[in-house]
C-alpha cells in the first residue's frame, strides 16, 4: 500500500540552470511536483502516465526514499518515507530502464551483494536467489561477468535484483525506456506476476500502449500537476476522443491552458 | 556495520578487477618505478665508466719552446697527443673533428715563465665536445697550472705548505642516516604523497561518478543500507586503495635500492641508502610514518569522493580531480628545498607538512613538537574533510545532480 499526501517537490536552480532555462523560469527554483496526492492498492497496477518532464520520476524517486518530498507525506507499507527510510526500502523494489548493475560483478555476486544489504540471511538468498534465476533463466551465464552480456541479459538480472528480498511494494520508472522488444515483454510480464502476487505495484511510462495492458488505476501527471486520478476502465469510459494518445493530449492542451 | 563490511567487501571486490586501478595502485609502484630507476642506474653507471675510458685527442703548437707541457701532457691519462704545424691547422683540424683540442704556446712563452713574468696560452675547441672532454680538458689545465706553481715554489725553495698554510678539516657528527636522510628524505614523501592521490583518485571516480553513469547508485540508495552506511563503504575502499599505493610506492623504492645494491659496481653508493631505508623499517619509524598515511589518505579519499559525487559523468570527474595534483605536487616539492624546516607554522599546511614531517622522520631529526602538531593537523583536516564530504553526500542535489 503506498499512500501520498499532498506532496511537493522544490528543486533550487544553479546559475547555469536557470541561463539554460531563459525567460521561462526566472526565478531561483522550479517545482517538478506540485500538490500531488493518490493511493496505490495491493494486488492492483497504479499507473503513472506523463510526458518527459512531467514530475513521474520525481515522484518515483519520492516513493523509494532517494528524495524528500519539500511539502506532504509518503506512506509505505505502514511507514513514512522521511523518517522510517531503511523500513520503506526493506519492503521496496525499484526498477528503471537503466540496468544500473556493476560491470564487474557476476549475476551471483549482483544478487548476493543486494540481498545482504536489504537483510536477508544467506540460505534465504540462496533458496530466493534460486528461484529467481530458474524462474529468468539466469543459471547459464550467473558466474559470467555482466559488462558483456546482451540488454536483454542484463534485464534479466536487473530484475532478479529488484525482487531478491521479495518486496511486497514494486517500483518501476519507465521500465522498458531504452529495451527491445523481448527484454520489455519480460518486464511487462513481470508487472503482471506482481499484481498476481498481491503486491502494490507502480509503474510509471510515456507510452499508452502499456497503459492499455497493464493499468488498474491510472493517474496523468503533467507539469508537475495530477490531472487525473482514478480507475482506468473510467477514464477509458469517459473519453472524448477516439484513442487514449488523443485523449491523453486533449487533456494535456486543457491543463496547459488553464495555468498560462 | 553489517552494510557497510558489504559494502566495503563488493566495492573492495569491484575495483580489484579494475585493470586500470591495479595499474596505477600496484603495477606502477611496484614494477615499472623499479624499472625505470634502476635504468637510470645503470645509464648512469654505463656513462661513468665512458668517461673513465674516455680519450681527448690533443695537438700542441710549440713554436719551438713549451717542452715543459710537452713532457707534462705526455704523462697525463686519457691523451692522445700529437704536433700540429701551426693555427690554421689547427683550426682546421678541430672544425672537421679530426682532433678535439689544440694549444698554442706563443713564441717566448717559456723565457717568460723563467722570468716570472706574465704570459698566457691559447687552447682552441669547439663548445661542442661532449662532456667527458671538457672535463678532461679543464682538469689538464688545472693540473698544469698546479705543477707550474709548485716547480717555480721548488726553485725558490719556498715550501709548498705556503699555498695553504692551515688545512680546514670537517667533522661530521651527524649520523649516516641522518646525512643521507637529509639528501634522500625529501624524495620518498614525494612519491608516497603522490601514489596517495593516485591511489585515491581512480577508484573514488568509478566508485562515485562512474556509478551515477552507469545508474547503479540509484539501485544502492532504494537498498536498505543508509547513505552513510554507502558513504562509509566506499571511503573505506577509497582510503586502502590510497594507502596500498602509498605503502606500494615506498616497497617499490626498496626494490629498486635493493636491485641497485646487488650490482657490484653500485653496491658501495647505495649501501647507506639501504641502511636508511631499513632504519625506515624500525617499528617506531613505520609508527610515525603510518600516523601520517593514515590521516593524509582520509584526507584526500573524502575529497576525491566528495568532488567525484559532485560530477555527472567519469569524465567530468576526472578533470575536477585531475587538476588538484597541482596542489599536492607544488608544496611537495617545496618540502624537498633547502632550508624549508619542520616547525611550527610549516605544520600547520595541509601536504606541506606531510612532506617535512617524513623527510624528518626518516632522517631521524623530527622535533617531538612540531611533529605533533602535524599529526593534529592532519587529523584535524581530515576530519573537516571528512564532514563535508559526508553532507556532500547526504546532500539529494548533488547526489542526483545529472
Request: net charge neutral; with cysteine; proline share 4%.
Given at each position: 500500500?503506498?499512500?501520498?499526501k499532498?506532496?511537493?517537490?522544490?528543486?533550487?536552480?544553479?546559475?547555469?540552470?536557470?541561463?539554460?532555462?531563459?525567460?521561462?523560469?526566472?526565478?531561483?527554483?522550479?517545482?517538478?511536483?506540485?500538490?500531488?496526492?493518490?493511493?496505490?492498492?495491493?494486488?492492483?497496477?497504479?499507473?503513472?502516465?506523463?510526458?518527459?518532464?512531467?514530475?513521474?520520476?520525481?515522484?518515483?524517486?519520492?516513493?523509494?526514499?532517494?528524495?524528500?518530498?519539500?511539502?506532504?507525506?509518503?506512506?509505505?507499507?505502514?511507514?513514512?518515507?522521511?523518517?522510517?527510510?531503511?523500513?520503506?526500502?526493506?519492503?521496496?523494489?525499484?526498477?528503471?530502464?537503466?540496468?544500473?548493475?556493476?560491470?564487474r560483478?557476476?549475476?551471483?555476486?549482483t544478487i548476493?551483494?543486494?540481498?545482504?544489504?536489504?537483510?536477508?540471511?544467506?540460505?534465504?538468498?540462496?533458496?530466493r536467489?534460486?528461484?529467481?534465476?530458474?524462474?529468468?533463466?539466469?543459471?547459464?551465464?550467473?558466474?559470467?561477468?555482466?559488462?558483456?552480456?546482451?540488454?536483454?541479459?542484463?534485464?534479466?538480472?536487473?530484475?532478479?535484483?529488484?525482487?531478491?528480498h521479495?518486496?511486497?511494494?514494486?517500483?518501476?520508472?519507465?521500465?522498458?525506456?531504452?529495451?527491445?522488444?523481448?527484454?520489455?515483454?519480460?518486464?511487462i510480464?513481470?508487472?503482471?506476476?506482481?499484481?498476481?502476487?498481491?503486491?502494490?505495484?507502480?509503474?510509471?511510462?510515456?507510452?499508452?500502449?502499456?497503459?492499455?495492458?497493464?493499468?488498474?488505476?491510472?493517474?496523468?501527471?503533467?507539469?508537475?500537476?495530477?490531472?487525473?486520478?482514478?480507475?482506468?476502465?473510467?477514464?477509458?469510459?469517459?473519453?472524448?476522443?477516439?484513442?487514449?494518445?488523443?485523449?491523453?493530449?486533449?487533456?494535456?492542451?486543457?491543463?496547459?491552458?488553464?495555468?498560462? | 556495520?553489517?552494510?557497510?563490511?558489504?559494502?566495503?567487501?563488493?566495492?573492495?571486490?569491484?575495483?580489484?578487477?579494475?585493470?586500470?586501478?591495479?595499474?596505477?595502485?600496484?603495477?606502477?609502484?611496484?614494477?615499472?618505478?623499479?624499472?625505470?630507476?634502476?635504468?637510470?642506474?645503470?645509464?648512469?653507471?654505463?656513462?661513468?665508466e665512458?668517461?673513465?675510458?674516455?680519450?681527448?685527442?690533443?695537438?700542441?703548437?710549440?713554436?719551438?719552446n713549451?717542452?715543459?707541457?710537452?713532457?707534462?701532457?705526455?704523462?697525463?691519462?686519457?691523451?692522445?697527443?700529437?704536433?700540429?704545424?701551426?693555427?690554421?691547422?689547427?683550426?682546421?683540424?678541430i672544425?672537421?673533428?679530426?682532433?678535439?683540442?689544440?694549444?698554442?704556446?706563443?713564441a717566448?712563452?717559456?723565457?717568460?715563465?723563467?722570468?716570472?713574468?706574465?704570459?698566457?696560452?691559447?687552447?682552441?675547441?669547439?663548445?661542442?665536445?661532449?662532456?667527458?672532454?671538457?672535463?678532461?680538458?679543464?682538469?689538464?689545465?688545472?693540473?698544469?697550472?698546479?705543477?707550474?706553481?709548485?716547480?717555480?715554489?721548488?726553485?725558490?725553495?719556498?715550501?709548498?705548505?705556503?699555498?695553504?698554510?692551515?688545512?680546514?678539516?670537517?667533522?661530521?657528527?651527524?649520523?649516516?642516516?641522518?646525512?643521507?636522510?637529509?639528501?634522500?628524505?625529501?624524495?620518498?614523501?614525494?612519491?608516497?604523497?603522490?601514489?596517495?592521490?593516485?591511489?585515491?583518485?581512480?577508484?573514488?571516480?568509478?566508485?562515485?561518478?562512474?556509478?551515477?553513469?552507469?545508474?547503479?547508485?540509484?539501485?544502492?540508495?532504494?537498498?536498505s543500507?543508509?547513505?552513510?552506511?554507502?558513504?562509509?563503504?566506499?571511503?573505506?575502499?577509497?582510503?586502502?586503495?590510497?594507502?596500498?599505493?602509498?605503502?606500494?610506492?615506498?616497497?617499490?623504492?626498496?626494490?629498486?635500492?635493493?636491485?641497485?645494491?646487488?650490482?657490484?659496481?653500485?653496491?658501495?653508493?647505495m649501501?647507506?641508502?639501504?641502511?636508511?631505508?631499513?632504519?625506515?623499517?624500525?617499528?617506531?619509524?613505520?609508527?610515525?610514518?603510518?600516523?601520517?598515511?593514515?590521516?593524509?589518505?582520509?584526507?584526500?579519499?573524502?575529497?576525491?569522493?566528495?568532488?567525484?559525487?559532485?560530477?555527472?559523468?567519469?569524465?567530468?570527474?576526472?578533470?575536477?580531480?585531475?587538476?588538484?595534483?597541482?596542489?599536492?605536487?607544488?608544496?611537495?616539492?617545496?618540502?624537498?628545498?633547502?632550508?624549508?624546516?619542520?616547525?611550527?607554522?610549516?605544520?600547520?599546511?595541509?601536504?606541506?607538512?606531510?612532506?617535512?614531517?617524513?623527510?624528518?622522520?626518516?632522517?631521524?631529526?623530527?622535533?617531538t613538537?612540531?611533529?605533533?602538531?602535524?599529526?593534529?593537523?592532519?587529523?584535524?583536516?581530515?576530519?573537516?574533510?571528512?564532514?563535508?564530504?559526508?553532507?556532500?553526500?547526504?546532500?539529494?542535489?548533488?547526489?542526483?545532480?545529472?
Amino acid at each position: 500500500m503506498i499512500e501520498v499526501k499532498d506532496i511537493s517537490k522544490t528543486f533550487s536552480l544553479s546559475k547555469q540552470q536557470r541561463k539554460e532555462l531563459g525567460k521561462e523560469n526566472s526565478g531561483s527554483t522550479v517545482q517538478a511536483v506540485r500538490n500531488v496526492s493518490f493511493n496505490c492498492e495491493p494486488g492492483r497496477v497504479f499507473t503513472l502516465l506523463g510526458p518527459n518532464g512531467a514530475g513521474k520520476t520525481t515522484t518515483l524517486r519520492m516513493i523509494a526514499t532517494i528524495l524528500k518530498p519539500s511539502t506532504g507525506s509518503i506512506v509505505v507499507n505502514g511507514f513514512d518515507t522521511v523518517a522510517q527510510g531503511e523500513q520503506v526500502r526493506r519492503s521496496l523494489g525499484f526498477l528503471t530502464g537503466s540496468t544500473g548493475l556493476y560491470d564487474r560483478l557476476t549475476p551471483n555476486e549482483t544478487i548476493d551483494y543486494f540481498g545482504r544489504l536489504n537483510g536477508m540471511d544467506e540460505k534465504t538468498i540462496k533458496e530466493r536467489k534460486k528461484y529467481l534465476f530458474d524462474l529468468l533463466g539466469i543459471n547459464s551465464f550467473a558466474d559470467r561477468r555482466v559488462g558483456k552480456f546482451s540488454t536483454g541479459m542484463k534485464q534479466k538480472v536487473s530484475i532478479a535484483r529488484t525482487m531478491i528480498h521479495d518486496p511486497q511494494v514494486v517500483v518501476f520508472d519507465e521500465p522498458t525506456s531504452g529495451l527491445d522488444v523481448i527484454a520489455a515483454k519480460s518486464i511487462i510480464e513481470l508487472i503482471r506476476q506482481c499484481k498476481r502476487d498481491n503486491k502494490t505495484v507502480i509503474f510509471s511510462t510515456h507510452i499508452m500502449s502499456e497503459v492499455n495492458m497493464l493499468a488498474d488505476d491510472l493517474a496523468i501527471i503533467h507539469k508537475g500537476d495530477l490531472i487525473y486520478n482514478g480507475l482506468f476502465e473510467t477514464f477509458r469510459s469517459n473519453m472524448r476522443e477516439q484513442t487514449l494518445e488523443d485523449e491523453f493530449i486533449r487533456i494535456a492542451v486543457e491543463h496547459e491552458q488553464s495555468i498560462a | 556495520m553489517k552494510n557497510i563490511i558489504t559494502i566495503f567487501k563488493k566495492e573492495l571486490k569491484d575495483i580489484m578487477r579494475d585493470k586500470r586501478t591495479l595499474t596505477v595502485m600496484l603495477l606502477i609502484p611496484l614494477v615499472l618505478y623499479p624499472a625505470i630507476f634502476v635504468g637510470i642506474s645503470k645509464y648512469m653507471s654505463g656513462q661513468s665508466e665512458k668517461a673513465q675510458s674516455e680519450t681527448v685527442r690533443l695537438g700542441i703548437i710549440t713554436n719551438g719552446n713549451a717542452d715543459h707541457f710537452a713532457q707534462f701532457i705526455a704523462n697525463m691519462p686519457n691523451t692522445r697527443v700529437s704536433d700540429v704545424a701551426d693555427t690554421t691547422l689547427a683550426k682546421e683540424m678541430i672544425l672537421n673533428d679530426s682532433i678535439d683540442v689544440v694549444y698554442f704556446f706563443p713564441a717566448g712563452y717559456d723565457s717568460a715563465l723563467a722570468k716570472l713574468e706574465p704570459t698566457q696560452f691559447n687552447y682552441f675547441f669547439t663548445s661542442t665536445n661532449n662532456e667527458f672532454e671538457v672535463g678532461i680538458i679543464e682538469n689538464i689545465n688545472k693540473v698544469y697550472k698546479e705543477s707550474l706553481v709548485k716547480e717555480k715554489l721548488k726553485d725558490k725553495q719556498i715550501p709548498e705548505t705556503i699555498l695553504e698554510p692551515a688545512t680546514p678539516v670537517s667533522r661530521n657528527l651527524a649520523s649516516s642516516r641522518e646525512q643521507i636522510g637529509s639528501i634522500i628524505g625529501g624524495i620518498l614523501p614525494y612519491f608516497f604523497i603522490i601514489f596517495c592521490m593516485i591511489g585515491c583518485m581512480y577508484p573514488a571516480i568509478d566508485l562515485a561518478a562512474g556509478e551515477k553513469e552507469r545508474g547503479s547508485l540509484e539501485t544502492l540508495l532504494v537498498s536498505s543500507a543508509s547513505r552513510l552506511e554507502i558513504y562509509v563503504g566506499k571511503l573505506l575502499t577509497v582510503t586502502l586503495s590510497g594507502f596500498t599505493s602509498a605503502v606500494a610506492s615506498i616497497v617499490g623504492i626498496i626494490i629498486s635500492a635493493k636491485i641497485i645494491g646487488s650490482d657490484p659496481s653500485q653496491a658501495a653508493g647505495m649501501a647507506q641508502i639501504l641502511d636508511l631505508l631499513n632504519g625506515i623499517m624500525e617499528p617506531g619509524s613505520i609508527i610515525q610514518m603510518l600516523l601520517v598515511l593514515l590521516p593524509l589518505n582520509i584526507f584526500f579519499a573524502a575529497v576525491t569522493l566528495m568532488l567525484s559525487i559532485y560530477a555527472r559523468t567519469f569524465k567530468e570527474a576526472q578533470s575536477m580531480i585531475t587538476p588538484l595534483m597541482i596542489f599536492i605536487v607544488f608544496p611537495t616539492i617545496f618540502g624537498m628545498l633547502p632550508g624549508v624546516r619542520l616547525d611550527y607554522g610549516t605544520a600547520l599546511v595541509p601536504i606541506l607538512n606531510v612532506s617535512l614531517g617524513t623527510k624528518e622522520i626518516i632522517s631521524g631529526t623530527a622535533q617531538t613538537g612540531p611533529l605533533l602538531l602535524t599529526y593534529a593537523a592532519l587529523f584535524i583536516y581530515a576530519a573537516i574533510a571528512l564532514i563535508l564530504s559526508v553532507r556532500f553526500f547526504n546532500n539529494e542535489k548533488n547526489i542526483l545532480r545529472g
